[in-house]
Nanobody
Framework: EVQLVQSGGGLVQPGGSLRLSCAAS????????MSWVRQAPGKGLDWISS????????YYAESMKGRFTISRDNAKNTLYLQMNSLKSEDTAVYYC???????????????????WGQGTQVTVSS
């Protein structure tokens, strides 16, 4: 069975840092790109970042560029999100997600996620 087990969330002051981890099992990890998605209180899901199967290509939402770094260690079947310079608006539940399918249209990739981590709370507050 596919499992995505997250760790690393918590409370941090503005300007601080956290690293989230997502340990994957039940599928061939390096066959898939992976993503991070978050949901702020009372809001919908927002895509944060994606990484290709070998880490060679990464994408970030504009507000995360320069602050967040997505990475993966395929030998450990683990996905990471390093979050620096955190702001109060980064407060959210963060999820790692596995694409079940990818559609390429007009040079862009569209993911449909079939498995999700359990989510971890990140609270940025002084």
């Amino acid at each position: 069975e596919v499992q995505l087990v997250q760790s690393g969330g918590g409370l941090v002051q503005p300007g601080g840092s956290l690293r989230l981890s997502c340990a994957a099992s039940g599928f061939t990890f390096d066959d898939y790109a992976m993503s991070w998605v978050r949901q702020a209180p009372g809001k919908g899901l927002d895509w944060i970042s994606s990484i290709s199967w070998n880490g060679g290509i990464t994408y970030y939402a504009e507000s995360m560029k320069g602050r967040f770094t997505i990475s993966r260690d395929n030998a450990k079947n683990t996905l990471y999100l390093q979050m620096n310079s955190l702001k109060s608006e980064d407060t959210a539940v963060y999820y790692c997600a596995k694409p079940g399918s990818v559609t390429r249209v007009a040079g862009t990739e569209h993911y449909e996620y079939d498995y999700w981590g359990q989510g971890t709370q990140v609270t940025v507050s002084s």
